[in-house]
């Protein structure tokens, strides 16, 4: 791709604060910074993830990107066009759509649920019908398009969404978290959809706090903590962080936080999390390559009772959980 | 144009589907009348009744319109929708006008269900000089109210509360349009306001209409205070919206 070609999206030092006031007698005014200075670019045709836990800021950002927010401060362009000062011409040209059930007519069937936002996006009535057909065809919503959103399931109110956000055929779609609350069947499914979109030439921004998705889908990732990119690269380039180096697991059956400060403590260790596995939980230790800590976390862990012990390779799974929790 | 009328299409269906809203939209109109003919019944003045059966049949409009057109904003946040019209590259103001005028076709049936209740129930033979234009008159009220609920439910846009605002304007706003009791009986400080409420222009046209006066002098004014209304809807409409984008209101519930 040449360097020259305008990118898809650009992001320049975005920045978004929130005002929130709480209780109702004594108001004490809070700002959250929910986005500290964020920047990106995708390339037109590129599939591009931001990664992060709830509450990092992927939501906050997208919006941003889309003209329902108006960043404090910074800059955004889509397609060259700013999204402060051009609205309409950003708007007409992407796509939006987020997870969950909400944001449908549910007392509309789901082909008027269509032809409202066609109108909406100014869809020519003489495309309409082919469009929609599809559209649903695309989704797989062919023949239940007549009932009521009210009757649909989780995963087949997704679909009809995504064929919304693809009425007016936009250049760039993003994508919020499409994948939640849907079943796995639903999630391989829509994957499918998504990669789809990339293969016609799309340009997509997709958020997610799933791991393997961005890792199957995406070109390139972002990864999002706090409001600031803690990485940026590849999957592959995401997994090499870590993978020079093993990933020790210990099962214990209810660890203190003054053993784990004690394995975080240990010379060569990098990163300690514990994860809840039904009644056990288990230490994992990311360490530096070569490094021998097994000994001196085992003995940290004297008068804990202690299951299985084992090492592993470190997951592109390992190398998020430590950006994330660093 | 084409767009306007499958939107307005669309959403007269969203409102007819809804079973429980739909059932009020019913009844409430009849209620309102039956309570203010009741009233005047007690006097046994046929033209009182007569006052009385037009200005409920007005009443049935302004209560659909002033507590649904807020509502309606928060509706669709509530359903997660507001983001997405907004975020379509039609403006705002395009995409509420046909929700107002689908709920002033439900406010209109509420004029026809009411005239034929008063018929039915009270005997009250609407004495009408002039059908055309009494008719003219019940569209402009229908059309001058919706405009007026258009007005609020931008406002709603921006401040989540202003269903509130809807609700309370319920009541009063019977009395300074004059529905049911003559403007006259108002104190003077209140009038002005009732001068600024497109609908009480709308009914001044429809008795005069009905008694075989000339109603075009009241229309013009009500056609005008319902234009004011829309040019400060849709101004106010980019105004909002840019300062909801600012603070962040178009996704709390
Ligand atoms: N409208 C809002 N008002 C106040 N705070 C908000 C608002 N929207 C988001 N936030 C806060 O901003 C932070 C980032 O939120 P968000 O962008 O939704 O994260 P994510 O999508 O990554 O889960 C959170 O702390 C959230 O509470
Ligand atoms: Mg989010």
């Known amino acids: 791709m040449p360097l020259t070609e305008t990118p898809a999206v650009e992001a320049r030092d975005l920045r978004r604060t929130f005002r929130t006031r709480q209780g109702a007698l004594r108001p004490t ?57 051009d609205v309409r011409e950003v708007r ?29 996006y100014g869809v020519p009535p003489r495309e309409q019908k082919e469009r929609i057909g599809s559209l649903l065809e695309l989704v797989g919503l062919t023949g239940r398009e007549g009932e009521r959103v009210e009757g649909y399931s989780r995963g087949m109110r997704q679909r009809l969404h995504i064929a919304r956000g693809l009425l007016h055929d936009p250049d760039v779609f993003f994508l919020d978290e499409p994948s939640i609350g849907i079943d796995p069947v639903g999630a391989r499914e829509l994957r499918a959809t998504i990669a789809g979109l990339r293969e016609q030439g799309k340009t997509v921004l997709l958020t997610t706090h799933y791991m393997f998705e961005a890792d199957e889908l995406c070109d390139r990732i972002a990864v999002i903590r706090s409001g600031e990119i803690v990485a940026e690269g590849t999957p592959t380039q995401l997994k090499q962080l870590v993978s020079a180096g093993r990933v020790l697991e210990v099962e214990t059956y209810g660890v203190s936080d003054d053993a784990v400060e004690v394995a975080r403590g240990t010379g060569g260790v990098r990163s300690v999390v514990v994860e809840d596995r039904g009644q056990l939980q288990v230490l994992v230790v990311s360490c530096e390559p070569g490094a021998e800590v097994t000994q001196h976390v085992l003995a940290g862990l004297d008068g804990t009772r202690v299951g299985r012990v084992s090492h592993r390779d470190p997951t592109l799974e390992d190398a998020y959980v430590e950006l994330v929790t660093r | 144009m084409r767009q306007q009328v499958v939107c307005f299409w669309l959403q007269l269906k969203i409102l007819l589907f809804s079973p429980f809203e739909g059932f009020l939209a019913v009844v409430f109109p009849l209620m309102f009348a039956t309570a203010a003919l009741l009233v005047y019944q007690v006097n046994g003045d046929p033209a009182a009744m007569l006052y009385a059966g037009i200005g409920a049949a007005a009443m049935g409009i302004w209560t659909s319109q002033t507590v649904s057109a807020t509502t309606l904003v928060q509706r669709e946040r509530r359903a997660g929708t507001l ?10 103001s395009l995409v509420l006008l046909p929700i107002t005028f689908a709920m002033a076709a439900i406010g209109l049936y509420s004029v026809v269900a009411t005239i034929l209740w008063d018929w039915w129930l009270f005997d009250i033979a609407l004495q009408v000089e002039n059908w055309p234009l009494f008719v003219l008159s019940i569209l402009m009220a229908a059309v001058t109210i919706a405009l007026f609920g258009f007005l609020l439910s931008v406002s709603a846009v921006r401040y989540r509360t202003s269903w509130a605002l809807g609700a ?32 009480t222009w709308a009914v001044e046209g429809m008795r005069a209409a009905a008694a075989g006066e000339s109603p075009w002098g009241d229309l013009a004014i009500c056609a005008a205070v319902g234009l004011a209304y829309a040019a400060l809807a849709a101004w106010l409409g980019v105004r909002l919206i840019t300062s909801a984008r600012r603070d962040a209101t178009l996704a709390l519930t």
């Open chain 1, 29 to 85: 005014r809070r700002t959250v910074e929910a986005v500290r200075g964020v920047s990106f670019e995708i390339a037109p045709g590129e599939l591009f993830g931001l990664l992060g836990p709830n509450g990092a800021g992927k939501t906050t950002t997208i919006k941003m990107l889309i003209t329902l927010l108006i960043p404090t401060s910074g800059s955004a362009s889509v397609l060259g066009r700013d999204v402060v000062g």
């Open chain 1, 92 to 120: 007409r040209r992407i796509g939006y759509v987020f997870g969950g059930d909400r944001g449908l007519y549910e007392r509309l069937s789901g082909l008027d649920n269509l032809r409202y936002f066609s109108e909406l």
């Open chain 2, 83 to 92: 983001e997405l019209v907004v975020a379509a590259p039609t403006p705002f």
């Open chain 2, 168 to 199: 309370a304007l319920e009541y009063p706003g019977w009395l300074l349009c004059g529905f049911v009791v003559p403007l006259d009986l108002l104190p003077a400080v209140l009038r002005p306001v009732s001068w600024l409420l497109a609908p």
